[in-house]
C-alpha cells in the first residue's frame, strides 16, 4: 500500500509527504572528505570536546523535492508534534478549495478506508471525517500513534500510513536525510550544537533553493524483488530521480588534479 501510495497519490490530487526524525549528530570531528585547496589538506584536533547532539526533524514531499526541517535539541512528542502540526497547517492552509462538490459522507468514509488495506497496523478511523487531502509516511512509533495526534491528522485530512517493522526503507525521508547531512557535516567539526543548526538548517536551503523531485521504483526496486525472491534480507531505498540530484550553483567540488571549481 505504501508503495502503491509513492505512485498513485500525487496522480489523484492527494499530497504525499514523508517525516522522520534524524540522529542525534554529535558536535564533534565529522569523518569523510572535505573541499580544500591544493596542497592544504583539512587537519582535525585529536582532542576536543563534546558539544551536545542535535537531531533533525524533517517533513519531505517527494513529488516536488521540497523540505522543511528544523534542527533540535530534543525531539520528544511535546516538539515533534506541535511542528509536524504547524507545518501541515501552513502548508495545506495554502491548498486550493477542491473544485467538485463534496462527497457524501459514506464515500469519503470509503476512500479513507482504500488507503488502510494491506496496512499491518490499521486503526480505527474517527465517525466524523474531512476529505482525504494528504498521505503522511511514518515510521511505526508508539509516539506516531498517540490518540491526540491521530486524531487531529484525521481532522485535518490526512491519513497516517504507518511503516512495518523492518519497513524503514519505505519511507523517503531518510534518503533525503542522508543527502542534507552528509552535505552539512561529512568531513567538517563543528564545536556547539548551534554549529550543527546552523550547518543542517542552511544545507535545508539551499536544497530547497533547487530541489529535486524523487520517485519510486527504479532498479533498487527491481533488486528487492529479486532479493525478496530469494528471501535475502531487504535494504536501500525505492526512491530514484531522472537527473543527478542536483547541487547549489556555488558548490564547489574536487577535481581529479586536487583544484577547486565551483559550478
Same mark, same amino acid.
Given at each position: 500500500? %505504501? !508503495?502503491?501510495?509513492?505512485?498513485?497519490?500525487?496522480?489523484?490530487?492527494?499530497?504525499?509527504?514523508?517525516?522522520? $526524525?534524524?540522529?542525534?549528530?554529535?558536535? &564533534?570531528?565529522?569523518?569523510?572528505?572535505?573541499?580544500?585547496?591544493?596542497?592544504?589538506?583539512?587537519? /582535525?584536533?585529536?582532542?576536543?570536546?563534546?558539544?551536545?547532539?542535535?537531531?533533525?526533524?524533517?517533513?519531505?514531499?517527494?513529488?516536488?523535492?521540497?523540505?522543511? +526541517?528544523?534542527?533540535? !535539541?530534543?525531539?520528544?512528542?511535546?516538539?515533534?508534534?506541535?511542528?509536524?502540526?504547524?507545518?501541515?497547517?501552513? %502548508?495545506?492552509?495554502?491548498?486550493?478549495?477542491?473544485?467538485?462538490?463534496?462527497?457524501?459522507?459514506?464515500?469519503?468514509?470509503?476512500?479513507?478506508?482504500?488507503?488502510?488495506?494491506?496496512?499491518? /497496523?490499521?486503526?480505527?478511523?474517527?465517525?466524523?471525517?474531512?476529505?482525504?487531502?494528504?498521505?503522511?509516511?511514518?515510521?511505526?512509533?508508539?509516539?506516531?500513534?498517540?490518540? $491526540?495526534?491521530?486524531?487531529?491528522?484525521?481532522?485535518?485530512?490526512?491519513?497516517?500510513?504507518?511503516?512495518?517493522?523492518?519497513?524503514?526503507?519505505?519511507?523517503?525521508?531518510?534518503? %533525503? /536525510?542522508?543527502?542534507?547531512?552528509?552535505?552539512?557535516?561529512?568531513? /567538517?567539526?563543528?564545536?556547539?550544537?548551534?554549529?550543527?543548526?546552523?550547518?543542517?538548517? +542552511?544545507?535545508?536551503?539551499?536544497?530547497?533553493?533547487?530541489?529535486?523531485?524523487?520517485?519510486?521504483?527504479?532498479?533498487? +526496486?527491481?533488486?528487492? !524483488?529479486?532479493?525478496?525472491?530469494?528471501?535475502?534480507?531487504?535494504?536501500?531505498?525505492?526512491?530514484?530521480?531522472?537527473?543527478?540530484?542536483?547541487?547549489?550553483?556555488?558548490?564547489?567540488?574536487?577535481?581529479?588534479?586536487?583544484? &577547486?571549481?565551483? %559550478?
Amino acid at each position: 500500500m %505504501i !508503495e502503491g501510495a509513492y505512485t498513485l497519490a500525487e496522480r489523484l490530487g492527494l499530497l504525499l509527504f514523508c517525516q522522520d $526524525e534524524a540522529g542525534p549528530y554529535q558536535a &564533534i570531528p565529522q569523518p569523510g572528505p572535505s573541499w580544500q585547496p591544493t596542497g592544504e589538506p583539512a587537519r /582535525q584536533p585529536h582532542e576536543w570536546v563534546r558539544g551536545g547532539t542535535v537531531k533533525l526533524l524533517t517533513l519531505f514531499r517527494p513529488a516536488t523535492g521540497q523540505v522543511w +526541517a528544523e534542527p533540535v !535539541e530534543h525531539a520528544p512528542n511535546a516538539v515533534l508534534h506541535p511542528w509536524l502540526q504547524g507545518q501541515l497547517t501552513a %502548508i495545506l492552509g495554502d491548498l486550493p478549495a477542491p473544485p467538485t462538490p463534496p462527497l457524501d459522507a459514506e464515500t469519503t468514509r470509503a476512500v479513507w478506508a482504500v488507503w488502510q488495506a494491506g496496512l499491518t /497496523q490499521p486503526f480505527t478511523l474517527p465517525a466524523q471525517l474531512p476529505p482525504l487531502r494528504a498521505l503522511l509516511v511514518w515510521d511505526n512509533l508508539a509516539g506516531h500513534k498517540t490518540p $491526540e495526534m491521530v486524531l487531529w491528522l484525521c481532522a485535518h485530512g490526512v491519513m497516517p500510513l504507518y511503516t512495518p517493522l523492518g519497513g524503514s526503507w519505505l519511507n523517503l525521508a531518510e534518503s %533525503i /536525510q542522508r543527502i542534507v547531512v552528509r552535505r552539512a557535516l561529512v568531513g /567538517q567539526h563543528p564545536e556547539s550544537t548551534q554549529d550543527l543548526k546552523d550547518w543542517l538548517g +542552511a544545507t535545508v536551503r539551499g536544497w530547497n533553493a533547487l530541489p529535486t523531485p524523487f520517485e519510486w521504483g527504479g532498479k533498487r +526496486a527491481a533488486r528487492r !524483488e529479486r532479493a525478496w525472491a530469494r528471501r535475502h534480507a531487504l535494504g536501500g531505498s525505492g526512491g530514484y530521480t531522472r537527473n543527478p540530484v542536483r547541487r547549489c550553483r556555488h558548490t564547489p567540488y574536487l577535481r581529479k588534479n586536487g583544484s &577547486i571549481r565551483a %559550478i
